[in-house]
């Protein structure tokens, strides 16, 4: 008889909980947590998924907080967020989720007030405005560059129970409005928009083609070879190269990876 997976908790019985693993195969969803992951915010996802009976489990040295599926979702106060992105980590750790996720999601809990507040205590001075655009400016630019969704929420509750309600949902993200005003808005230049069918932003359709020239170069190149272009990773490089070398018709929708 199969016994329960360790760090499964489930409000279902442990007979219900010996479903999740047969085999070696996962027979449900299980919904991922970073066992470093200590802010509060993962206690009150755990206390939502207990209260709907969804299943969840902590994993060490996972790339982001939070992972069901193909999907994975890094959370961050704000205060985490303004300090990784004036130290530049915020970029690096979002390129790492685009190389290794085909949907990822960025989880703002607290408000630019609050952060402010937090900062004059600490003998910081900081003017709103311009901690606010700053703000604005880096969501603008990430959801852009990264195709990516970034949702933010007053607090730590909210962000929790967005966070099982799109596991118990569906286990999918969906995009952010931003991204699909992006996709519906047409640019200047056929080019960019012919790149953004192939499932680059903007932004890095503007990169691609001034590194490589044209469309025609860009379709020669090798995974690796785009790789080298800033803003893209492993799973636009594959949607890049299935869009332009697929034989068969393709959804509007990432191309999912194999990995090796």
Known sequence: MATRPHGIITTASVCNARRIYQG???LTKVLFIDHRERSGLEELVKKYCNRKGLLYQER???ITDYAFGSVGIEAKSIQDY???LYSGHLERQLQNLDDNYNQFALVIHGTVDHY???ARKGGKRLQFPQVFNAFLGSVARFSNDYDMS???FPDKSSAARFISKRF???GTLGQSSTYRM???TASEDRRIDTLRMAGCSEAIAKRLLEEFGSIIEITGCSPKELQTVDGVGKITASRIIACFNSEEPLADEKVKMTRA
Do not use: H, P
Request: hydrophobic share 45%; aromatic share 4%; no cysteine.
């Open 60 to 62: 060490e040295n996972m």
């Open 116 to 118: 402010i507040l937090q």
């Open 168 to 170: 118990e949902k569906d």
């Open 82 to 84: 303004m300090a990784s």
């Open 150 to 152: 970034i949702f933010t």
């Open 182 to 184: 992006m996709r519906k």
């Open 24 to 26: 070696g195969r996962v």
